[in-house]
Nanobody, 116 residues
Framework: VQLVESGGGLVQPGGSLRLSCAAS????????MSWHRQLPGKARELVAT????????NYADSVKGRFTISRDNAKNTVYLQMNSLKPEDTAVYYC??????????WGQGTQVTVSS
């Protein structure tokens, strides 16, 4: 299993970024995917989840209305569209898949910095 995030960077407050996570090594469309983030000095936290079909999504209260999670099962890729970014969104963002039991996999993370 491999998860590779991309799309992070430096953006001004109020700006937008789209993160991508390319997955391989499992039947992508059969599993929910999630995005998490780790703020400096804090524990990793759940940001958003999407079901295998893409029909069901859930968000942390802190990002509702600003972030959108989606997936393209033909490309084995999950996305996180982040709008109206705030300095407190600065974090390393990770995608994750749980295949059941102890089979939990994380990407390497991508840094998002929101600063003027």
């Amino acid at each position: 299993v491999q998860l590779v995030e991309s799309g992070g960077g430096l953006v001004q407050p109020g700006g937008s970024l789209r993160l991508s996570c390319a997955a391989s090594g499992f039947t992508f469309s059969s599993y929910a995917m999630s995005w998490h983030r780790q703020l400096p000095g804090k524990a990793r936290e759940l940001v958003a989840t999407v079901s295998g079909t893409g029909g069901n999504t859930n968000y942390a209260d802190s990002v509702k209305g600003r972030f959108t999670i989606s997936r393209d099962n033909a490309k084995n890729t999950v996305y996180l569209q982040m709008n109206s970014l705030k300095p407190e969104d600065t974090a390393v963002y990770y995608c994750r898949v749980w295949l059941g039991g102890t089979r939990l996999y994380w990407g390497q993370g991508t840094q998002v910095t929101v600063s003027s």
